[in-house]
């Protein structure tokens, strides 16, 4: 059991040596020598004590600090869990709970949460070994005195875990790498049932395998552990299993995926991203959690759940992979290869666009960001776009995007349809026809729109009214006219405007209100003063 959990240091500790003679103590180091030597731990240290004397205290003292130096640290810079063993009241204190911190750091005061009740709670207490204090860190043994819902021990009981981020979840499915002892006779069959022991938690769990063959004494392979209560898990946690009945261990495994899809079998580009969750370095572990959230990404607060890394660890991953393409937001990242698609589909989508359209200067962002499948995570689009643009790929321009350098381009037959509305208008004047009374020829064009957009933006014609386009020419003289014959005049009603303008009312009423907005004539009432020429 300890191999399986992954304990990486061993010490001996060969006890009431005042009781035997040294031969006989000889012997026994010898088999405890043949026992530890097929296993990580051969050649741990042995150390021969007596209590009764205090035989070989001090040594045993100095290899266990020894084997803590060789071991890896817990780090207290990681997210706060404290699987609980025991719960139970104290009068004038109340509820407490005890177990040791799996990681992290707790204090006084702190608001928790108790999964997998999703209990809210907070710290009113603590002792350390025994002993007051204001702060528990990872590897301290720990008594917790809470108050809130989380202190009910009608619903908190040993197996629950104590947390303090939001980025914990509780499971109902494992995937796992699971290998059995050598020495087993049962195999692990699809579907099988099992106990998992995972932090002070058992809960009983159906194996449905992701090999093609049960696993055998001595074997390892991949299994979705469908759990039959939740628990809190984490990338890399290691867990033991146990047949359903009679109780037997039979083999352990490391968790990849806490909070999983169902899965049914593994390809091969799906079995190597598990394996980097499991055993592979940073980076490699969070494009791994990445790629397998697809389109939907993750919450980057999450991301130290889902690869097992420390969250410094996680967000300088997550930074360098940012630098060579993943999309990422404030609270959001995408792996590696969805980013890659969806920038792809981006400039694909703007492209085909300004194909379909040459004449629109732009693609609206709606245009753009349709470009996702409809399953996307609603902010990859804009995390596209923003990237491309960073890029260069793309440009902002008119509240939409278009390709760098693309400008508006006509085809010969467009060229001639754009000479045909210019001449319609200059010939119209200040009356030119609305589109709907455009002739024919030009007023049944699919692309009629696009051609007056562009001499719109090209300055040469203005848009008065709905459906009324006047040459920016004609306007600009119009205005002239109005300043030096009717300059310094006040109260003027419609009639005197369409003597200078010589149109119809129905040009007349737009063209005033135009007038208006340009400041050429001044609205008062019902009639309009016109500003002296300067």
């Known amino acids: 059991i300890v191999e399986l959990l992954g304990v990486p240091e061993l010490v001996v500790a060969l006890t009431k040596c005042d009781l035997v003679d040294p031969d006989w103590l000889e012997l026994v180091e010898s088999d405890v020598e043949d026992t530890l030597a097929s296993t990580p731990y051969a050649g741990a240290p042995q150390v021969a004590t007596s209590a009764a004397d205090r035989t070989g205290l001090d040594m045993l003292v100095t290899e266990l600090a020894a084997a803590a130096e060789r071991a890896r640290r817990s780090e207290i810079d990681d997210l706060t869990r404290l699987p609980l063993d025991r719960v139970f009241t104290i009068q004038g204190t109340g509820t407490v709970v005890t177990g040791t911190v799996w990681s992290g750091a707790l204090g006084v005061g702190e608001r928790v949460t108790i999964l997998p009740d999703e209990l809210d709670a907070r710290v009113r207490g603590l002792q350390v070994h025994g002993r007051s204090a204001e702060r528990a860190e990872a590897g301290d043994r720990a008594a917790v005195a809470l108050t809130g819902d989380g202190s009910d021990r009608d619903v908190v009981g040993r197996g629950a875990t104590l947390v303090s981020s939001p980025a914990w979840q509780t499971s109902w499915m494992l995937t796992s790498r699971v290998v059995l002892l050598a020495d087993t006779d049962w195999i692990l069959a699809h579907n099988q049932r099992v106990h998992v022991h995972h932090g002070t938690t058992t809960v009983r769990a ?292 369409r003597d200078v303008l010589q149109v119809t009312r129905k040009h007349l009423i737009p063209l005033l209100n135009y007038f208006d907005g340009r400041g050429t004539t001044i609205r008062r009432g019902d009639g309009r003063d016109v500003p002296p020429s300067p």
């Open 206 to 497: 159906r194996v449905a395998l992701l090999e093609d063959e049960p696993l055998g004494a001595g074997e390892g392979g991949w299994v979705q552990l469908r759990l039959e209560e939740p628990l809190v898990a984490r990338a890399r946690d290691r867990f033991v299993i146990r047949t359903y009945s009679p109780v037997t261990t039979i083999g352990g495994g490391v968790v990849a995926e806490p909070v999983p899809p169902k899965r049914n079998r593994l390809d091969g580009e799906t079995r190597a991203r598990l394996g980097a969750l499991t055993t592979g370095a940073p980076r490699e572990a969070v494009a791994a959690a990445l790629d397998l959230a697809g389109w939907a990404g993750l919450r980057r607060e999450e991301l130290p759940v889902r690869t097992g890394l420390r969250p410094a660890q996680a967000e300088a991953a997550l930074i360098e992979l940012e630098r060579d393409g993943a999309l990422c937001t404030p609270g959001d990242a995408f792996g590696p290869h969805v980013s890659a698609e969806a920038r792809s589909r981006t400039v694909g989508a703007v492209e085909a666009a300004q194909a379909e359209n040459p004449l629109r200067p732009v693609v609206s962002m709606a245009v753009a960001r349709a470009a996702m499948p409809s399953w996307a995570h609603e902010r990859i689009a804009d995390a596209a776009i923003d990237a491309l643009q960073r890029e260069a790929r793309l440009e902002a321009a008119e509240g939409g995007v278009r390709t760098p350098g693309f400008t508006p381009t006509l085809t010969s037959d467009q060229e001639a349809a754009s000479d045909a509305l210019s001449h319609v208008l200059a010939a119209g004047g200040l009356a030119a026809p609305f589109l709907e009374e455009l002739p024919e020829d030009l007023r049944g064009r699919v692309d009629l729109k696009g051609l007056v957009r562009r001499l719109e933006d090209l300055g040469e014609i203005r848009s008065i009214a709905d459906g009324l386009y006047l040459r920016v020419a004609d306007l600009d003289a119009a205005a002239t006219r109005i300043t030096q014959e009717l300059g310094g005049r006040s109260e003027l009603g419609p009639a005197d405007f």
